[in-house]
């Protein structure tokens, strides 16, 4: 991943060298789990942990021998340990290694993109309730519908954001797992009993039925669940994006002094932090459609999903942390304008309330077709220049149904509104 988009936390789990001290975490789990049934002399364990180490730029003169970056550090391990070395890598095949390394890697990529979930969640939740009753129109298909609140619109990423922390829990579950079960996975040096402990020293489940690999559903999954969340990120993005337009204009990215909006129109301000969170998705998308392409491999090992997890698992973790931590950030400084809400809410007038009137006359017994056709006929008039609310009071076949008093709560914003602290309490903000 290029440094534009990593972020401290995922490097702190992705490096080279982090990726290497975690492969050798493993190793030095699987000869105490080795040394424990007796298959290696003991104390082991403890010279390796004592003696051994790696160097990155070792590993790459070895690597162009073996042409085989594990065993360039098996090796490079080895040589360090003395004679204990020779008990390093026993009795396993790489991806036992590579697999369970794998498997710590990503739980704790999870774990991270959790604790940013949760900081977003978090700053979602304070403009909410900042927000909860400043109205604003409600649109659909980019034109204008019925009142909302800008409250009521985070509920809904709040709520979508709390399903996105549930899947990442339930994808952190089911990756969790390592192997130790040799070449095609049937134990054929160490045993069942080797498995097992190398994987409670590490705090993972043994895969109950790996071949040379953890079969690949289980990550395939975990991205899926990683571009989904990539794609919520997205639709807060556009939403933002759009509400920043200049003919609406109703919130704004913090723009600093000095900031460059166009390298040709000074007066420019650009939504480009949204902008750069939406272009980011896509890649999350494409890279989880690559790992599904590699859970199909010939019989139990072949090498067609290496290449590519080297890239789409440290990209995609580094993609998606990045861009909960950006859009936290748009929020954090987010520009809200409600005089602007309230005046785009009121560019159509009364119209918004249709539903209202049409709803009353039905209630009062009116056909809902005929209903319709009368609020849309004093709807049109308004389209024509008339004032709406005036249309429909002066309607006599509204001014027969209803009431002055039914008719004012058909135009009440508060009385349409009424419910949005329920919305909010649903969403677990309020």
């Known amino acids: 991943m290029i440094e ?24 030095l789990a699987i000869c105490r789990a080795n040394e424990a049934s007796g298959r290696i002399p003991a104390g082991t364990s403890d010279a390796i942990a004592a003696k051994s180490s790696f160097d ?13 970056d594990l065993m360039a550090f098996v090796r490079n391990m ?35 993109l ?29 034109i204008h519908a019925e009142p909302i609140t800008f409250g009521f619109k985070l509920a809904g990423w709040h709520a979508e954001l709390l399903r996105t922390e549930k899947r990442l829990n339930g994808a952190r579950e089911e990756i969790s797992v390592g192997k130790v079960s040799g070449p095609v996975g049937v134990h054929g040096v160490g045993g069942p009993d080797v498995e097992a402990e190398t994987c409670r020293l590490l705090a993972l489940e043994p895969d109950p039925a790996s071949t040379q690999i953890v079969s ?26 759009n509400l920043q337009r200049t003919e609406i204009l109703e919130v704004q990215e913090a723009f600093g002094s000095g900031q460059t909006g166009s390298s040709a129109m000074p007066h420019k301000r650009n939504p480009w932090n949204s902008e750069t969170v939406c272009g980011l998705a896509r890649i999350l998308r494409a890279n989880a459609h690559a790992m599904m392409e590699s859970v199909a491999t010939w019989h139990e ?104 008093e039914e008719i004012a709560e058909c135009f009440s914003l508060e009385h349409h509104l009424r419910f949005v602290d329920h919305t909010l309490r649903s969403a677990g903000i309020l």
């Open 114 to 142: 959790l604790a940013s979930c949760v900081a977003l969640r978090s700053e979602v939740a304070r403009l909410a309730k900042e927000h909860a009753h400043t109205p604003m129109i409600g649109r659909t298909h980019g």
């Open 56 to 68: 990155l730029e070792r590993m790459a003169e070895l690597e162009k021998e073996t042409r085989h």
């Open 301 to 404: 090992r072949d090498l067609t999903n290496s290449s590519l997890e080297r890239i789409v698992f440290p990209d995609s973790f580094h993609l998606a942390d990045f861009m909960l931590q950006r859009l936290t950030a748009i929020l954090s400084g987010l520009q809200v304008f409600p005089e602007r809400m309230a005046e785009n809410l009121r560019k159509m007038g009364d119209l918004v309330f249709s539903e209202h009137v049409m709803v009353a006359l039905v209630s009062k017994g009116m056909a809902r077709e005929d209903a319709y056709k009368v609020a849309q006929r004093n709807a049109s008039r308004a389209w024509s220049g008339e004032d709406f609310k005036a249309s429909v009071e002066a309607d006599p076949d509204v001014a027969s149904r209803l009431s002055a």
């Open 78 to 112: 080895a040589e360090t340990a003395g004679d204990a070395g020779k008990y390093i890598h026993y009795g396993v095949t790489s991806y036992d290694v590579i697999d369970t390394a794998l498997a710590l890697m990503l739980r704790k990529s999870v774990d991270q």
């Open 216 to 241: 690949r559903d289980r990550h395939a999954n975990l991205l899926n669940v990683v571009a989904v969340l990539g794609a919520s990120l997205e639709r807060f993005a556009t939403e933002l994006r």
């Open 4 to 27: 534009r988009y990593q972020t401290a936390e995922m490097a702190a789990i992705w490096s080279p060298e982090a990726k290497t001290r975690t492969w050798f975490d493993v190793e």
